[in-house]
């Protein structure tokens, strides 16, 4: 599951880098605006070929003889439209203000299954605990591994050597590393975890293997930074791709079991909402990702200086 949906992951980066450039614009003018139409056809086209599919599912997933009628789906579709002026609101103000509404929501929902699990007793009070204190390291390595789309462009975009003789990597095509890196190293990181057997590591531990690697993409950056800036100022092509990869190692060392652990840790009764928070604190490590970005580029552009200072505080 995890290697499909990066997939597309793969391929959308070039697609967008040639249709902001070949298509819609030029190298000197990309058009970014029209792309975004892009993702909608993609989007219709995975709907469709669900559609013409569905019967290999064989019932699978459909919704319980009481829960069937349109009246559910008339629930969705009004609670979509209405979620819509809400969403642009929270976007429009900014992300410092999202930022204050995202935490307070986490708080409520925080105390909300902290009480049920006090509620279920002891065992599942620990449970919730745990599951609480591993959202706020997923808030933390998604602040930090949502760089690659952000202040991470930038850095390749101004700082990375990307000159193979005549022809030039284009930035945009940076995107696709994770994906390969995912696709390729997913049935490696597999199979270790099955031939450890009773060694598999604990889901604590591998988020903390999670954090580990991502803190290690940042100690090579910061090397790259320091000590391989050439003369004109850049660093070798390898380094950031290596970053990408040894990010990607972390990302599926923690975001593959999230959702199961949420299954495994949440009060019964609450599962929905635990799920929610794994998500929620997954929205806010990526808006303080993009906080982050904006101190690390600076006001005049990312270069070699602020981007050491940046990433080091």
């Known amino acids: 599951f995890y290697m499909g949906i990066n997939l597309g992951a793969m391929i959308s980066p070039v697609l967008t880098q040639l ?35 569905r019967a290999q599912l064989k019932g699978i997933g459909a919704p319980a003889p009481n829960a069937q009628g349109i009246g559910r789906v008339l629930m969705v579709l009004v609670g979509c439209v209405l979620a819509i002026p809400v969403v642009y609101f929270l976007l429009a103000v ?30 599942q009070r620990d449970k919730v ?7 706020a390291f997923n808030v933390l390595f998604w602040m930090f591994f949502e760089q690659a789309g952000s202040s991470f462009t930038f850095l390749a975009d101004n700082i990375v050597d990307r000159s193979f003789g005549d022809w030039t990597f284009p930035t945009a095509w940076f995107q696709s590393v994770n994906s390969i890196a995912i696709i390729t190293l997913a049935p490696v ?16 531990r591998k988020f903390g293997l999670g954090l580990l690697f991502n803190g290690l993409a940042f100690l090579l950056l ?5 000590s391989l800036v050439n ?19 972390g990302e599926l060392c923690l975001s593959p079991i999230g959702l199961s652990m949420v299954t495994k840790l949440a009060p019964v009764r609450l599962v929905g909402f635990g799920m ?38």
Do not use: C
């Open 19 to 53: 249709l902001a450039e070949k298509v819609f614009g030029t190298d000197a003018m990309p058009s970014y605006k029209m792309v975004f139409m892009a993702s909608g056809v993609g989007m219709l086209i995975s709907l469709v070929w669900f559609w013409i599919g």
């Open 276 to 313: 929610g928070g794994w998500f929620l604190s997954t929205g806010i490590g990526n808006n303080l990702s993009g906080i982050f970005a904006g101190h690390v580029s600076g006001s005049e552009g990312m270069s070699v200086s602020s981007a050491l200072s940046g990433y080091t505080f």
């Open 94 to 123: 900014g992300a410092d203000v999202l930022q204050i509404v995202l935490t307070v929501l986490f708080v409520g929902l925080s105390v909300m299954l902290l009480v049920e699990g006090i509620r279920e007793g002891k065992v």
């Open 189 to 204: 990181i597999a199979w270790i975890w099955v031939k450890a057997g009773r060694f598999n590591p604990s889901i604590p």
């Open 231 to 249: 003369d004109a100022g850049k660093v070798p092509f390898w380094t950031l791709f290596m970053v990408y990869v040894i990010q990607s190692v």
């Open 222 to 226: 910061m090397f790259a930074l320091s």
């Open 129 to 135: 605990i745990a599951m609480l204190i591993i959202f």
